[in-house]
């Protein structure tokens, strides 16, 4: 088997990096999480956990991605040794995982783009729209589109992945920066942005919002997913690991800022009329239960209760319900909701690009070519993720089981470095000679000390979170049961394929026999 192909340039590698890790948690989850947790006091967590969690991590895969040019089972193969490979299968077969659902979420945003452009889509109808859609079979057709779109591309190598992503990236940062400058001109973006970097000092000492700053940040960089590890593989030898791994991560929270400051200037625009419509006209509840409820229990229908609804209405209600109403109260309102689900599409397909391109690299990496490989991915995505096309409360589960499965990932390439010594990995892969920047010794002590206490913490607190009566349920939606019994499944199979998983192609016996690390390929 030949040597990965490589980027042809340093930006189209960080463009294909950006469009990995950019995805709808940094348009849809982000602004929601913000508002939830007190918009400035979570923005300071937030920042302080990308540092903490993201940079280390996204260091890690660029490291190893750099040294092994592998995907995550050959990476742990070579670095750990053959007995290890279920750890790399572990941490691809999560992101696979996300990928059958994360896949049905593409072809909603581009349902969504498709019905907002032909004007299908609009303010008054958002509510039923959203509700015949996605309690019918129509889902199946968008995912099926989106997966096979996305499995077309990565056949085509690092050539096609380029190609996509060069284009639909400087797409999606036009389409962010228009949005977003078009909000920061409306009336209410003063009280917005007020409201998202006001710090409250004293509320940083509440742990939840520790926690959901970690989890945002697990979720919007693609730190600890697999994913940069693949695309890392292809990168030119002389390329400088260590400011990459500072630049990536960067860029992506820009982009979930500009989505903040995009949704919170337009929420904070059009809630006092919006409130002012719903309160003149009470028939009008009906459309919004969650809304309808909290009036009959005696809430006061004000701007506050009606912002505080919008948020608390979960990623779903966000985006497919309260974005259209809101969007169609502005001038040209149409154009500017079509503009952003074409920029959630475009977010949502490239992230998913890079999560069947990361399914294929463990197969190549097994000598498979890549025509083989690819199309095997794609169709096991299709079908898999046919049940989450169909059931809002599959789709559900299998986000709840994966995405603590991404803490577990993260904890794996955090151990995995420790093994190999934190110091030693940073002074070869990260420090090396072509590097602009060095990383300095804080990190071995992030590495070896804090992103496994923040994986640990946050897997025990999602895990509290649902204690309670049925919580051991193997079948049950969103418990610790349900989590156990997928995992365990994971776990046997992996177990029982992981000396087929650890064959690799040109890989030399005594790098395998003493765990030690290859030399990078120029």
Same mark, same amino acid.
């Given at each position: 088997?030949?040597?990965?192909?490589?980027?042809?340039?340093?930006?189209?590698?960080?463009?294909?990096?950006?469009?990995?890790?950019?995805?709808?948690?940094?348009?849809?989850?982000?602004?929601?999480?913000?508002?939830?947790?007190?918009?400035?006091?979570?923005?300071?967590?937030?920042?302080?956990?990308?540092?903490?969690?993201?940079?280390?991590?996204?260091?890690?895969?660029?490291?190893?991605?750099?040294?092994?040019?592998?995907?995550?089972?050959?990476?742990?193969?070579?670095?750990?040794?053959?007995?290890?490979?279920?750890?790399?299968?572990?941490?691809?077969?999560?992101?696979?995982?996300?990928?059958?659902?994360?896949?049905?979420?593409?072809?909603?945003?581009?349902?969504?783009?498709?019905?907002?452009?032909?004007?299908?889509?609009?303010?008054?109808?958002?509510?039923?729209?959203?509700?015949?859609?996605?309690?019918?079979?129509?889902?199946?057709?968008?995912?099926?589109?989106?997966?096979?779109?996305?499995?077309?591309?990565?056949?085509?190598?690092?050539?096609?992945?380029?190609?996509?992503?060069?284009?639909?990236?400087?797409?999606?940062?036009?389409?962010?920066?228009?949005?977003?400058?078009?909000?920061?001109?409306?009336?209410?973006?003063?009280?917005?942005?007020?409201?998202?970097?006001?710090?409250?000092?004293?509320?940083?000492?509440?742990?939840?919002?520790? =926690?959901?700053?970690?989890?945002?940040?697990?979720?919007?960089?693609?730190?600890?997913?697999?994913?940069?590890?693949?695309?890392?593989?292809?990168?030119?030898?002389?390329?400088?690991?260590?400011?990459?791994?500072?630049?990536?991560?960067?860029?992506?929270?820009?982009?979930?800022?500009?989505?903040?400051?995009?949704?919170?200037?337009?929420?904070?625009?059009?809630?006092?009329?919006?409130?002012?419509?719903?309160?003149?006209?009470?028939?009008?509840?009906?459309?919004?239960?969650?809304?309808?409820?909290?009036?009959?229990?005696?809430?006061?229908?004000?701007?506050?209760?009606?912002?505080?609804?919008?948020?608390?209405?979960?990623?779903?209600?966000?985006?497919?319900?309260?974005?259209?109403?809101?969007?169609?109260? =502005?001038?040209?309102?149409?154009?500017?909701?079509?503009? /952003? /689900?074409?920029?959630?599409?475009?977010?949502?397909?490239?992230?998913?690009?890079?999560?069947?391109?990361?399914?294929?690299?463990?197969?190549?990496?097994?000598?498979?070519?890549?025509?083989?490989?690819?199309?095997?991915?794609?169709?096991?995505?299709?079908?898999?993720?046919?049940?989450?096309?169909?059931? =809002?409360? /599959?789709?559900?589960?299998?986000?709840?089981?994966?995405?603590?499965?991404?803490?577990?990932?993260?904890?794996?390439?955090?151990?995995?470095?420790?093994?190999?010594?934190?110091?030693?990995?940073?002074?070869?892969?990260?420090?090396?000679?072509?590097?602009?920047?060095?990383?300095?010794?804080?990190?071995?002590?992030?590495?070896?000390?804090?992103?496994?206490?923040?994986?640990?913490?946050?897997?025990?607190?999602?895990?509290?979170?649902?204690?309670?009566?049925?919580?051991?349920?193997?079948?049950?939606?969103?418990?610790?049961?349900?989590?156990?019994?997928?995992?365990?499944?994971?776990?046997?199979?992996?177990?029982?394929?992981?000396?087929?998983?650890?064959?690799?192609?040109?890989?030399?016996?005594?790098?395998?026999?003493?765990?030690?690390?290859?030399?990078?390929?120029?």
């Amino acid at each position: 088997m030949s040597q990965p192909q490589g980027f042809s340039s340093r930006l189209t590698m960080m463009l294909a990096m950006l469009s990995m890790a950019v995805g709808t948690g940094n348009i849809w989850r982000f602004p929601r999480i913000a508002a939830s947790n007190g918009g400035g006091e979570f923005l300071v967590a937030w920042l302080v956990c990308l540092f903490s969690w993201s940079i280390p991590l996204i260091l890690i895969e660029l490291g190893m991605g750099r040294m092994t040019r592998r995907g995550s089972v050959g990476a742990f193969v070579m670095t750990q040794g053959k007995s290890s490979a279920w750890k790399g299968g572990f941490i691809a077969l999560v992101a696979a995982a996300i990928m059958c659902y994360y896949s049905v979420v593409c072809g909603w945003t581009l349902r969504y783009f498709i019905a907002s452009a032909g004007g299908a889509l609009t303010g008054d109808n958002s509510v039923s729209y959203w509700r015949d859609f996605s309690t019918s079979l129509a889902p199946v057709l968008p995912h099926i589109i989106a997966i096979l779109g996305a499995t077309w591309i990565v056949a085509r190598g690092v050539k096609g992945i380029e190609r996509a992503t060069t284009i639909m990236m400087p797409i999606l940062i036009a389409i962010i920066l228009l949005l977003t400058g078009r909000a920061l001109m409306l009336p209410g973006a003063k009280d917005g942005l007020a409201y998202l970097y006001s710090v409250d000092w004293h509320r940083l000492s509440d742990a939840n919002i520790w =926690l959901q700053a970690l989890t945002q940040n697990a979720w919007d960089t693609g730190a600890g997913w697999g994913l940069v590890i693949c695309y890392a593989a292809y990168m030119r030898h002389n390329e400088d690991t260590a400011l990459n791994g500072f630049i990536l991560p960067a860029a992506n929270n820009i982009v979930s800022l500009c989505a903040g400051m995009m949704v919170f200037s337009t929420v904070f625009t059009v809630v006092p009329q919006l409130a002012s419509q719903l309160a003149s006209n009470p028939q009008a509840l009906a459309d919004f239960p969650a809304l309808q409820e909290a009036v009959q229990q005696g809430q006061v229908l004000n701007a506050d209760l009606v912002q505080r609804t919008i948020f608390g209405a979960g990623n779903e209600g966000v985006t497919f319900i309260w974005i259209p109403k809101l969007f169609a109260t =502005l001038p040209a309102g149409r154009l500017l909701m079509s503009f /952003f /689900f074409l920029a959630l599409f475009f977010a949502a397909f490239t992230s998913l690009i890079s999560m069947v391109e990361l399914g294929t690299r463990v197969f190549l990496d097994m000598g498979w070519p890549r025509e083989k490989a690819v199309w095997v991915v794609g169709v096991a995505g299709l079908v898999l993720g046919l049940p989450s096309a169909y059931s =809002l409360d /599959f789709l559900h589960n299998q986000d709840w089981v994966w995405g603590i499965g991404l803490m577990m990932s993260g904890l794996l390439f955090a151990l995995a470095v420790i093994r190999i010594g934190v110091t030693k990995f940073r002074e070869e892969q990260l420090n090396h000679e072509h590097s602009d920047i060095r990383i300095g010794a804080w990190w071995d002590i992030l590495v070896k000390y804090l992103v496994p206490f923040q994986a640990i913490a946050l897997m025990l607190w999602w895990s509290w979170q649902v204690r309670g009566p049925g919580s051991m349920n193997p079948f049950g939606i969103e418990n610790i049961g349900t989590i156990l019994f997928q995992w365990a499944i994971a776990l046997f199979i992996l177990f029982l394929f992981n000396k087929k998983l650890g064959v690799l192609k040109d890989v030399s016996a005594p790098d395998l026999e003493a765990n030690r690390m290859p030399p990078s390929i120029p």
